[in-house]
């Protein structure tokens, strides 16, 4: 089953402007982790987000997490045409699982 | 650079005949997991080994088998591939903390198609 969703699907901005794709989950998480996909490999961990934690920074990257919502987001800022990718969050499906769920993904496209 | 390694990068079989998809880890992780991966969706949790033990997902078919001969060699066999099993399988790592917070590492993923 399916523990994150992702919106919007797809997003295409101009360079040098702000991305915000958001995902929303189904049940208690210890922690959100966001992966980047290029077209066609292996996905790359970006940034962890732990469940007593509301925001985290780590260069461009900007993610939130309310888990009175269920939801995260995650923003990337000044954005390049190297940053288009697949953008997917993920999370265990409970503490001590090894299960890590996916939601389906939000396509970037970062037109130059 | 520590990295997890996929061979091959692309594969071709033929309807019913069995393959194998290798993976390889220098990251001296005690997890390996092994993911499918269809077009346009996220990618499924096949299996996983921590260290020597073997865990299948549920709903993973009975076509799919894994062996782990060491910690840096994991393999993914499919004995009778079907057109349905035409996607990409991803091999990642991880070292496995407490509480279900870990990352995982993934290689670059081996494309199969099936004729």
């Known amino acids: 089953s399916q523990q994150g969703e992702e919106d919007p699907q797809a997003l295409s901005i101009q360079e040098g402007e702000n991305a915000t794709m958001n995902c929303s989950y189904k049940t208690s998480i210890n922690n959100l982790q966001w992966y980047r996909q290029n077209s066609g490999r292996g996905l790359v961990h970006l940034i962890l987000i732990r469940s007593n934690e509301r925001e985290k920074h780590s260069g461009r990257l900007r993610v939130t997490l309310d888990t009175s919502k269920k939801s995260s987001s995650l923003l990337i800022t000044a954005s390049r045409a190297a940053d288009t990718a697949s953008y997917f969050c993920a999370s265990y499906s409970g503490a001590g699982s090894y299960q890590l769920t996916f939601g389906k993904g939000t396509k970037l496209s970062v037109i130059p | 650079d520590a990295m997890v390694i996929q061979n091959p990068r692309y594969q071709v079989t033929q309807f019913g005949k069995p393959v194998t998809l290798s993976c390889s880890q220098t990251l001296n992780h005690n997890v390996m997991y092994w993911y499918q991966q269809k077009s346009s969706q996220a990618p499924k949790l096949l299996f996983h080994y921590y260290d020597k033990d073997f865990n299948n997902e549920a709903d993973t078919p009975d076509n799919f088998q894994s062996r782990r001969p060491n910690t840096s060699f994991c393999f993914l066999d499919i004995r009778s591939p079907g057109l349905g099993d035409a996607a990409m399988y991803l091999c990642?790592?991880?070292?496995?903390?407490?509480?279900?917070?870990?990352?995982?590492?993934f290689g670059p993923g081996t494309r199969l198609t099936v004729l």
């Open positions: 990642a790592t991880s070292s496995r903390l407490a509480g279900g917070t870990d990352t995982q590492y």
